[in-house]
């Protein structure tokens, strides 16, 4: 038994549905399934989705603001008015301010752009910078990917007599900036078709509004803020993000064309994930570090080298947030484990000064995937008493709406359900992590805690195919509520397992089902490797690729999670190294089995801990998951047998089966030498076996040994008596059979013990256990 480290989810699927769309759109199963599993059960919806080009882009009117805002940046642009373009500092605020930069440039209009410094002034607009703006004789501020919770700003810029314009996509609090005009579709009463634009979708919206057409060259552009923002990849964002990769691809921008060199993608056929991990976080890596004004450059530079040497520096700048990220990760684990224990906190709330600002939220993210809790990672300043914070959630747990119920001591943040960013007062974290713990205790189950894996679909490995696989990309591409198919296959048999990579730290595996084979790799997984026996089935759950090699091609599992819903035979009858393996197993999941006293001293495990047992000292194991470990032979058959009466449901069984002496291979005398050797001491009289017993053995071809043993065999029968040595013959034997002698009989079981036990091959051996195990369940039943 194995259990998977997420818990799986599988929604039912209709399968008149997916029937109807395999018929009507000549689609794999497989293909429609996911289809309808996304909510596409209609053939119209299903193939707008397939066919996101032939879409057309929604009006840019119809989100609310835009005619006060086209209005306006016009009127700025005849009167030759100075404007502001002010952005923000991560990948979507870059791109959002690019796309800004290339629509007012082709309208020649008088503008700049600012983005603030992460570090000396925070997130979003702010009084000091709108006061410089005033004073260089800026007359219009437009914001991209930010402002929506600027309300203080907009009473300056009143003050100031500067036309604030919000463009923005993050959620809406409860009171608006009195701004000249605000184009977000999330603002209350706004009625755009789709809310879930990315700030550069946003701006998009305005380009297109501004220059009375769809930009189509700032597509390549557009995709990046979108995918690296993980916004929905649905709807008009689908139609974003598949025109934009397929601009990226082609685009001879040299900002971007050095930025894919950089990636070293720049000849790989792009997808989504290039954009996601390679892209966007050099990207963001500029305004982490330093500032993101050299993003910005490099997106909208004109030369070629200018692009490059920017390129390299964000690279290397990418490379030196990796490390502080690592750093800082195992600072936060150290905090949490020595005075935030996940047991008594619901909510991970930790800080520290000098931790950088600008990779918080990176961090945060790590320690969800390790600890699965909400998490909040605070930058302390404790000359201001501020700390500026990150925020990233789990399933089940609103971080926005929860962090929105502490606006008293939260003087700034924003964000979305999933994430958030906020500034606050050092003296009030404690506060906030009482009241985020107590809203997570109402709202959350034990469960919850548990990450979830959200299966897509199930199917057997006939099923797939490189065809079917080329047909699943039609669905791509894949991000927040499009993600990448994730697929079941069940109650398959792994024909091969073995750890490849440097450091054997990757799994590759090969499925057998009903004469179809399929390659697995588990990337990260080698561990499992220990956690299998041969041909075990199994079920997993992961994705489908295509492997290239060579010039071949064939299918490719790349494995997440898997379940071993049996219990496991691991036999370790050749094992050397014992100690050390047995100490990569949990302490409490040891259940050691030992049949003699100096089993434990002969192996050398004195000190390895766990439950000890044996037949005469065995009490009920309390283990919740037992993993029975029987290191010796039982002397009978039944002492085996007796074990299961303390271990109950064991999820796993090794057998190791130390012996000293074989039996089973050193010959027992037969019945005719026994009778030779009684004839020979009745000719004899007496024998001194201590003088003359190894003569005789040479004599026969027999062993010292075979020679005592048969004549303690003849002692315990009361056929001879043995004085200092001398054998002589009792006058008048009882009639006995050799069975008789405890020591004969125990020969002959130790023998039949070690051809069970220790000469059987796997399989015989794992029927005996199942046996067993069936009878333990069946007397459980019958007790029930």
């Not at 989810?9 to 996304?38: F, G, M, N, W, Y």
């Not at 500026?388 to 709406?401: C, L, T, V, Y």
């Not at 091959?761 to 195990?773: A, N, P, R, T, V």
Request: net charge negative; with cysteine; hydrophobic share 40%.
């Amino acid at each position: 038994m194995l259990k998977p480290k997420a818990r799986w989810k599988l929604d039912s699927i209709d399968d008149r549905k997916v029937d109807e769309l395999t018929k009507d759109l000549h689609v794999p199963p497989l293909v429609a399934s996911l289809l309808v599993k996304r909510g596409l059960d209609t053939v119209e919806a299903a193939e707008q989705f397939l066919h996101i080009d032939k879409k057309e882009y929604y009006d840019p009117f119809l989100l609310s603001g835009m005619e006060e805002t086209v209005e306006r940046i016009h009127r700025a642009i005849k009167n030759d008015e100075k404007i502001l373009v002010f952005g923000d500092y991560d990948a979507d605020g870059v791109s959002s301010t690019t796309v800004m930069v290339y629509a007012l440039q082709q309208l020649k209009a008088n503008f700049d752009y600012y983005i603030p410094n992460r570090f000396t002034e925070g997130y979003g607009p702010n009084e000091k910078a709108f006061r410089t703006a005033k004073e260089q004789g800026y007359q219009l501020i437009v914001t991209v990917d930010t402002g929506i919770s600027a309300v203080h700003e907009a009473e300056v810029a009143k003050e100031l007599e500067i036309d604030f314009i919000v463009t923005d996509h993050h959620e809406a609090p409860p009171i608006l900036p009195d701004a000249y005009a605000i184009v977000n579709p999330k603002k209350p009463g706004c009625t755009y078709p789709f809310k879930g634009l990315a700030g550069v979708g946003v701006a998009f919206k305005v380009a297109h509004a501004l220059l009375k057409r769809v930009p189509v060259e700032l597509l390549d552009i557009v995709v990046i803020g979108t995918i690296a923002d993980l916004v929905p990849l649905v709807d008009e964002n689908r139609l974003l993000a598949k025109q934009g990769i397929q601009a990226l691809q082609h685009s001879n921008r040299p900002g971007i064309r050095a930025l894919k060199k950089v990636c070293n993608i720049e000849d790989q056929v792009l997808n989504a994930e290039h954009v996601g991990f390679a892209i966007g976080p050099r990207i963001n890596a500029a305004g982490r570090l330093a500032h993101a004004a050299p993003a910005v450059e490099l997106l909208t530079t004109s030369d070629g080298e200018e692009a490059f040497a920017i390129a390299e520096e964000i690279d290397q700048l990418n490379k030196e947030r990796q490390a502080i990220v690592n750093e800082m990760t195992k600072e936060a684990i150290e905090i949490v484990e020595n005075e935030f224990p996940i047991s008594d906190n619901h909510v991970l709330l930790i800080g520290k000064e000098g931790w950088n600002p600008g990779v918080i939220g990176i961090v945060a993210s790590r320690l969800v995937e390790k600890y699965y809790r909400p998490t909040i990672i605070l930058s302390y300043d404790n000359e201001t008493g501020k700390a500026k914070g990150s925020a990233r959630s789990i399933e089940g747990f609103d971080m926005f709406e929860n962090l929105s119920e502490s606006r008293d001591i939260l003087p700034h943040f924003g964000g979305h359900p999933m994430a958030a960013g906020l500034t606050m007062q050092i003296k009030d974290v404690d506060t906030l992590r009482q009241r985020l713990h107590a809203q997570a205790e109402a709202i959350l189950t034990s469960e919850d805690f548990i990450p979830s894996s959200h299966i897509d679909v199930v199917t057997s490995l006939d099923q797939i195919s490189l065809d079917v696989i080329k047909q699943m990309e039609q669905l791509a591409p894949y991000g927040v509520a499009n993600p990448t198919p994730k697929i079941m296959i069940k109650d398959v048999v792994v024909g091969q397992s073995r750890r490849i990579g440097s450091d054997e730290n990757h799994l590759k595996l090969v499925f057998e089902q009903n004469n179809a084979k399929l390659d697995g790799i588990g990337f990260q997984l080698g561990h499992l490797y220990d956690e299998m026996t041969a041909n075990v089935t199994l079920s997993a759950v992961g994705t489908l690729s295509v492997n290239e090699w060579n010039g071949h091609s064939k299918p490719q599992f790349m494995l997440e999670d898997i379940a071993i819903k049996e219990w496991q035979l691991f036999d370790w009858r050749n094992v050397k190294n014992v100690r050390e393996k047995l100490e990569q197993i949990p302490e409490e999941n040891r259940v050691l089995v030992t049949f003699s006293e100096h089993a434990r001293t002969k192996l050398k495990l004195e000190q390895v801990q766990g439950t000890w047992i044996s037949p005469t000292t065995a009490v009920p194991v309390e283990c919740e998951h037992p993993y029975v470990f029987f290191l010796d032979l039982p002397l009978v058959e039944e002492e085996m047998k007796s074990i299961f009466q303390y271990v109950k449901n064991p999820e796993r069984i090794y057998t190791l089966f130390f012996h000293e002496e074989s039996h089973y291979f050193t010959s027992s005398p037969s019945r005719e030498q026994f009778k030779w050797y009684y004839s020979f001491l009745k000719k004899k009289g007496e024998f001194d076996i201590r003088k003359f017993g190894v003569q005789l053995a040479k004599h026969k071809g027999w062993s010292k040994n075979t020679v005592e043993w048969m004549t303690k065999v003849f002692f315990e029968l009361e056929f001879v008596t043995i004085n200092n040595g001398i054998i002589s013959l009792h006058p008048n034997p009882s009639k006995k059979d050799l069975l008789d002698s405890k020591t004969y009989r125990s020969k002959i079981e130790q023998a039949s013990i070690e051809n069970q036990f220790v000469y059987s091959s796997y399989y015989e051996l794992k029927l005996w256990f199942d046996d067993m195990l069936s009878k333990q369940s069946t007397r459980k039943e019958t007790v029930n």
